[in-house]
């Protein structure tokens, strides 16, 4: 059974641009959130998302977006890149949110310059 | 105050040794997850916990509702165990947003 995949692994980015990162969950999982690691703020929550519907979001600005699609892939784009957006977004898939084990991706790690 | 706190920040054993590493948060749950970061990123979830005590393997995790507090032990540690262990809480039901300590950094020599 494949885990979960995120793609990109790496990217570097400039101030100004956008960046979308995707995430496809375990095979029958219908729920997947995103997360922010850096080393200053540690793991924080993004957002999560259930049958194509966002049911969570976290305190970050609206630059951060995403969407779920009907395949329960995922993505999430941030606008108007700053250099504080440099971090490792990981995303996790579970069967139904808060229900059982989260299964996390290596994440996509970001850098902004 | 973070609602989640841990202890200890690092940690440094002998091959073998008993681990134990706590968890305390300040705020009303539905469940406490452990989890398990290895260097480059990726992470594992260990145990999800609403109440009493799971076992798997040579880990043990453990969560006091009432005293608002979570133990996760590691029996005969061993050098694959060196990860950092992550303590993350859901304030609510049927919810992956979780509240996440700052981690406990373990690092156990042969």
């Known amino acids: 059974k494949a885990g979960v995949t995120q793609t990109p692994r790496y990217l570097i980015k400039t101030r100004g641009q956008q960046v979308t990162l995707s995430c496809s969950p375990i095979?029958?999982?219908?729920?997947v959130s995103w997360y922010q690691q850096t080393p200053g703020q540690g793991l924080q929550f993004l957002f999560e998302?259930?049958?194509?519907?966002?049911?969570n979001k976290g305190n970050f600005p609206g630059r951060f977006s995403g969407r779920q699609f009907s395949n329960s892939r995922s993505e999430m784009n941030v606008s108007t890149l700053e250099l504080g957006d440099s971090a490792l977004y990981l995303c996790?898939?579970?069967?139904?949110?808060?229900?059982?084990?989260?299964?996390f991706g290596e994440g996509s790690r970001l850098t902004v310059l | 105050k973070n609602e989640v706190e841990q202890s200890p920040q690092n940690l440094t054993a002998q091959e073998g040794e008993f681990i134990t590493i706590n968890c305390s948060y300040s705020v009303g749950i539905s469940a406490l997850h452990w989890l398990q970061q290895h260097p480059g990123g990726g992470i594992v979830s260990l145990f999800m916990l609403s109440s009493g005590k799971k076992k798997h393997g040579r880990l043990i995790a453990t969560i006091n509702i009432q005293e608002k507090h979570s133990s996760l032990h590691i029996t005969a540690s061993h050098p694959r165990d060196s990860a950092v262990y992550i303590c993350?809480?859901?304030?609510?039901?049927?919810?992956?947003?979780?509240?996440f300590g700052t981690g406990t950094r373990l690092q156990v020599f042969p």
């Open positions: 998302y259930f049958s194509e519907t966002q049911r």
């Open positions: 996790a898939s579970s069967l139904v949110n808060g229900v059982g084990e989260l299964f």
């Open positions: 993350a809480v859901a304030r609510s039901y049927n919810t992956d947003k979780l509240i």
């Open positions: 095979s029958g999982h219908r729920s």
